[in-house]
């Protein structure tokens, strides 16, 4: 059951996402959100810019940061969830520049491009506990 309308700022773990960070998806990087308290409900629509009062990627804490667009640095540190036209407008929890995939639109792929613009888009997997 997908969780709604829950005050996330209160949830211990924040929102666990672990994404593909090899194009076989036999490495997976962990993301942890924790939600500012100032967004006191939760929505799927992350390019809506919920705040964030931590980032943090395999361990390492990157701050204060929002949902849409968390970008410490333009590598794999960073995730954007909007909806950019380099990638035709398809959304999802897209790397910074400088991590690629496989460009030929590939949908057996754990890393996917839709051509050559870089930001990968990776399998990703989202873990909410209450």
Sequence with gaps: ??????????????????RASNTTGTIYQEVRWK?????????WTFDSTLQLSDHIVDGASFGARHTRDAIPSNN?????????????SIRGFCYGNSVEGINNNDPNTFMWERTSERHATPYTEVYVRE
């Design 76 to 88: 794999h540190t960073r995730i954007f969830t909007w909806a950019w036209t380099g990638k035709g």
């Design 35 to 43: 939600f500012a308290a100032s967004e006191p409900v939760f929505s």
């Design 1 to 18: 059951e997908l969780v709604e309308d829950v005050d996330f700022s209160t949830l211990t773990d924040g929102l666990r996402i672990k």
